[in-house]
């Protein structure tokens, strides 16, 4: 494991198995511009919600060396699935023997420490990929810090299709969005407030906000992750001091440039430009 950055920066690194990643990365930039960041997404073993938790434990664990090389102190999971299936065993298992110094975080634990105070209801909806409500990860997060809130979850398999395609502001898309939300909607008349829990799905807030009943909040990620992210800096002076501060970022792939680069721009809401790595 390299302890000096090759470079001689020492980046925030931002993961995902895609491009959704880069919802949350758009934020967190917003809110920390004077950082270095670097955005890795594993685009040829996308989509990881499909896969076994040993394989996206695996996946997952071979980006983070990877981030690790590149000088980052600190390795921020923007994807739901590598933060449900693989960011515990990493924190617990790999962390103290590969780099004790070094801190992988999530996106799962900052919204469910806060989802509780959205809700007069005492209940919420999830919206998410089949592999993050297969793993629980939302309900049993939610129960630390909210023990008496009720959690309505609904997988949504055509969500993440329909924006990497690019049709998520087509007519097309309505069918999928409405069945999903009028599914979870009926599970309980009293949901309040509903969270896109897939970094994917901010592309479709406008059409999902149609489809929910007038009052229920709609609570997306990037935000959430952003602040929290710009409060654990605060709390952690020397990490922070860690983390140089030239404003630069950087964008890689494990598939094509040419199709990242096209697709990245609709979520990072600015054109950029990539490289292309093997891991």
Known sequence: MNTVSPTGDYPIGIFDSGYGGLTVMKEIVKALPAYDYIYLGDNARAPYGTRSFDTVYRYTLECVKWFFDQGCPLVVLACNTASAKALRTIQQNDLPILAPDRRVLGVIRPTTEIIGNFSMSGEVGILATAGTVASDSYPIEISKFFPQLKVHQEACPMWVPLVENNEHNKPGADYFIRQHIDRLMEKSGLIDTV??????????????????????????????????????????????????????????????????EKHASIFFGEALRAVRIDL
Request: glycine share 4%; net charge neutral; with cysteine.
């Open 195 to 260: 969270l896109l829990a897939c970094t994917h799905y901010p592309l479709l807030a406008e059409k999902i906000l149609q489809c929910l009943p007038e009052g229920v909040e709609l609570l997306s990620q990037g935000e959430i992750v952003a602040n929290s992210l710009k409060d654990y800096l605060q709390r952690h002076p020397s990490m922070d001091a860690r983390i140089t501060k030239r404003g630069t970022r950087k964008f890689y792939t494990t598939d094509s440039v040419a199709d990242f």
